[in-house]
């Protein structure tokens, strides 16, 4: 039975618009139309612009701050009500196993606000005492404002779980936000925009809008003079073109970007651990996480036997039906990203990699042939200069190359343009503190992956972006401190 064609519209001052130019959105596990979506043209986002700004004239600007933060609880509980629905447009939008996107994707989108709200509830401000000639003193303290109307640009990767960590902080700062999905994945920001009508959020508060990016929606929304900041979470080449215009108006910017990551992988490692983490780390969401280990340099003792141990894990991959507990890979999100992915396969044999497994395209015999799937991919035997080392794939694959001395291992996962996150896999505790502090990433897990405490800071260096958010790094970006000195 096919599954019903939603309908994903613009919401903008509190209103579901019938305007803007309809595109399909196709689910990538099947090739079939999931929905049909509204590209906002730059009159739409204008006055999406307009009611954000007048919004936060407005209620939303006198509002005691416990009652504003009640609104982000009150998000919170709409998604958890329609659980079933946001994990269904998340399935539909991205083709991930319905068990990511319940254990993981949604729960994460609720607990962003809850949490945002309670920091913020209990984040304090500076307050100096100071002497003066006269001897009477000074006090100053600091007061917290919103920094105006954000500008929110989410991924298609995880798109839920990225909206809300960008919207929960800019909303309990008391910003109001225009936020545009990713073209490829509307369903979630759109039930989203549903639960804030539901709940009597302030009309202009949270607009949605759907569309594409260069010379369109996207464009169009960061290089309008009454954006006041701009977070942005995708490509690095994006990045530099927002950056670009934000330069103009001196708009202050989040970016977390690109990555081409390292697992080091020592041989007094916890052998099945390492292989574990390792495999989650590299075909985790089809390897479309920006913290997805695309190197892995392991410690030359057991490099054959690790590369066999990942081999068979990735062999063991079932890319089945979404909805089937069992089911624990998932297709690209596109036909043209599988291209691009493709062309780096392609591209890894050309260079004289040894396919180890993968390299190409499952054949299921069944609708899922319509889909964007590729075979999870292990290389070996490329030098570290290849361009399959150095460019950000974004596909579940990754290279294995052997080290020989800590330091080697060190230097040739820092010899990257890009510096998001790196995975250190050691039982050695010297070795743990003396690696992780080395490397030159916003993150190094040490015998983990992807575990995060959301109060910590989160950020790319180089390639990988600007800025850090989580905890009171989100709270600094999404306000603005003003000193206050009172003479006595």
Known sequence: MTAKTATYRNYVGGAFLDEGTPFDSINPANGERAAVVYAADQDIVYRAVASAKAALDGPWAKMPVQERLSYLHKLADGIEARFDDFVAAEI???????????????????????????????????????DTPDGAGAINYAVRKPVGVVAVIAPWNLPMLL????????????????????????????????????????????????????????????????VDAITFTGESRTGTAIMQGAARGVKPVSFELGGKNAAVVFADADFDAAV???????FTNCGQVCLCSERVYVERPIFDRFVAALKQKAEELIAGDPFDETTNFSPLIS????????????????????????????????????????????????????????????????????????????????????????????????????????MDVGIAWVNTWFLRDLRTPFGGMKLSGIGREGGLHSLHFYSEPTNICIKL
């Open 92 to 130: 539909a939008d991205t083709g991930k196993p319905a068990s990511q996107a319940r254990n993981l994707d949604i729960p994460r989108g609720a607990a962003n606000f809850r949490a945002f709200a309670d920091l913020l509830k209990g984040a304090s401000t500076e307050c100096f005492e100071m």
């Open 163 to 226: 909206m809300t960590w960008k919207l929960a902080p800019a909303l309990a700062c008391g910003n109001t936000v225009v936020a545009k999905p990713s073209e490829e994945t509307p369903g979630t920001a759109t039930l989203l925009a549903e639960v804030a009508h539901d709940i009597g959020l302030p009309p202009g508060v949270l607009n949605i809008l759907h569309g594409f990016g260069p010379d369109a929606t996207g464009e169009f929304l960061v290089n309008h003079p009454d």
């Open 276 to 282: 574990d983490g390792v495999a989650r780390s590299t």
């Open 335 to 438: 036909h043209g990203h599988r291209d691009k992915v493709l062309s780096y396969y392609a591209l890894a044999r050309d260079e004289g990699a040894t396919v180890v497994t993968g390299g190409g395209v499952p054949q299921f015999g069944d609708k899922r042939d319509q889909g964007a799937y590729v075979e999870p991919t292990v290389l070996t035997g490329l030098p570290q200069t290849a361009r399959v080392m150095r460019e950000e794939i974004f596909g579940p694959v990754c290279h294995v190359m052997p080290f020989d001395a800590e330091d080697e291992a060190v230097r040739l996962a820092n010899d990257s343009d890009y510096g998001l996150a790196a995975a250190v896999w050691t039982t050695n505790l010297s070795r743990a503190h003396r690696v992780a502090r080395q």
